[in-house]
């Protein structure tokens, strides 16, 4: 059964032990571990170690971190392979210390197909050679990497699904960002539907679409122009058991106090969505 989430990086500004205590205070118990608290979690050392620790405060403040994000930064295809992967691979010792089950990734490989460098096969193959070598370490544990659709290099189901047969390898899965869909084709129930069982995550967000081109990351049922019933229907019809997580940065564009606040009706709207899932 899907739960209500929300991203840690909504409360940037904190530490990870004062955003868990704030989350908690706010009826949030289950939240994807943000790539910028996740970097902070991994200065602090050994990520097994620390890792563990971090579950156990968590845990303490009924907490916890169904899903992550990734290093936010990262392409897969810029830089030296061994030392990109290195660091990955602590970022996933530390998700799996965290028993986090869905660590949400962008395919790489848009620079040099921005910059004309590679067409869109030659990104797949590299996408690919390099989730071969992460699901390798994460063989045996019960954490899938998710590749998330970013437009306009991967925007769309078949451009991930491709990423996904050319790696040919467990543990890998699919996290939606409904925003980002919403800025290309916009169908969402069609995306969730070809995802189906592979769909492990999701971004929850709006924006105004295309004409206005913008990534918003503002919550539903706003200014936003994404028509939640099919988002919900998809989910239903394929039973989507992830986190169902809001994503939403363009909301905390307020004081602290004021932040903490809307908190009460992020929750309340979240919980009314996820329930909606779960109708019979």
């Not at 403040?61 to 994000?69: A, R």
């Not at 492990?200 to 503002?218: C, F, P, S, V, Y």
């Amino acid at each position: 059964m899907t739960k209500s989430g929300i991203t840690t990086s909504y409360l940037i500004e904190l530490s990870p032990e004062e955003m868990v205590v704030k989350f908690s205070e706010a009826k949030w118990n289950n939240l994807e571990l943000s790539s910028e608290h996740s970097e902070t979690l991994l200065e602090r050392g050994d990520p097994l170690v620390v890792g563990k620790e971090f579950n156990k405060f968590a845990e303490q403040y009924g907490v916890d971190f169904p899903q992550g994000h990734l290093w936010l930064s990262c392409d897969l295809a810029e830089g030296s392979k061994d030392e990109k992967i290195g660091i990955l691979k602590r970022w996933l010792d530390l998700y799996m210390a965290l028993e986090i089950k869905a660590a949400v990734l962008h395919p790489g490989g848009w620079k040099k197909m921005k910059s004309g460098e590679w067409n869109l096969e030659q990104s797949i193959m590299t996408n690919g050679q390099m989730l071969r070598i992460l699901t390798e370490h994460i063989k045996g544990s019960d954490l899938y990497i998710c590749l998330e659709n970013i437009p306009p290099f991967v925007p769309e189901i078949e451009d991930v699904k491709a990423i996904i047969d050319e790696a040919g390898c467990n543990n890998i899965g699919i996290c939606l960002d409904t925003g980002h869909l919403h800025l290309s084709s916009g169908d969402q129930i069609g995306f969730i539907r070809a995802a189906g069982k592979y769909l492990r995550a999701l971004h929850i967000q709006d924006n105004l679409g295309k004409k206005r081109g913008e990534d918003d990351h503002i919550a539903p049922y706003g200014l936003g122009t994404i028509e939640w019933n099919n988002v919900i229907k998809g989910l239903k019809e394929i039973n989507y058991e992830g986190l169902f997580a809001l994503e939403i940065s363009g909301e905390r564009k307020c004081p602290m106090p004021v932040k903490i606040s809307k908190l009460s009706y992020l929750k309340f709207m979240a919980d009314y969505m996820v329930n909606q899932i779960s109708k019979e």
